[in-house]
């Protein structure tokens, strides 16, 4: 299946220290599928349906896009673009590179 990517990612707050990077739609819906029922409302309801019609082809993935960042903005977890990205970081005790 092809993703179905945005032209720029949602940042969202997961835990204090952890951001959740949502890149397509198919992430956004994973990610309000596991919204927990207690707290859906009729936003959380109304991002959704616009998040499975942009799968569908049946409006644009920006109103997608738009759509999970003004829900995250309502909720308070809309996080700022991250200074350092994952791939710049050099992994603990490696040099990046495959061992021949």
Known sequence: MISKLFDRPVYLKEQKNLVREITAVEEAIDYLEDWPERERDLIHEAVLKTCYMAHDGLKPLRAARDA????????????????V????????????????
Not at 74 to 79: H, P, Q, R, S
Not at 87 to 94: A, F, K, L, N
């Open 68 to 83: 999970i960042r003004s829900f995250a903005k309502k909720k308070g977890i809309l996080a700022k673009e991250p200074a």
């Open 85 to 100: 990205k994952p791939w710049m970081i050099r992994p603990v005790g490696g040099s990046g590179r495959a061992a021949h």
